[in-house]
């Protein structure tokens, strides 16, 4: 399966919608959008996880590349929409303790 991303831009706000699988094959293309968002000084990215059904190792270090290059940039990360099985990943791994994870029906900050 692929990874569709779609971004969309809100003044400071950068909303990205992923839908697919994030593995080893599609890590590559979704690092390559998401870490020049974060670059700008005080931006707000918004990753909205609500169609993704699968994550590997690959692209759970994806994400802890984005919050390491959001954080240098004093940049805001939001995961939103997660289900259950995927949050699980991020709980197992401890990753839920430093991002920032919107459960569905909450408000992104």
């Not at 609500?50 to 805001?76: H, M």
């Amino acid at each position: 399966m692929n990874l569709d991303i779609r971004v969309e831009e809100l003044e400071s706000q950068k909303n990205v919608f992923l839908a697919g699988e994030i593995d080893t094959y599609t890590a590559p293309k979704l690092k390559e959008t998401l870490v020049p968002l974060t670059e700008g000084v005080g931006a707000e990215v918004v990753v909205d996880l609500s169609e993704v059904q699968y994550i590997d190792s690959t692209g759970l270090g994806v994400f802890v590349g984005v919050l390491k290059a959001s954080d240098s940039n004093d940049s805001t990360l939001t995961l939103v929409g997660m289900s259950e099985r995927i949050k699980r990943l991020f709980v197992i791994t401890g990753l839920d303790e430093v991002m920032n994870i919107v459960d569905r029906g909450e408000e992104a900050k």
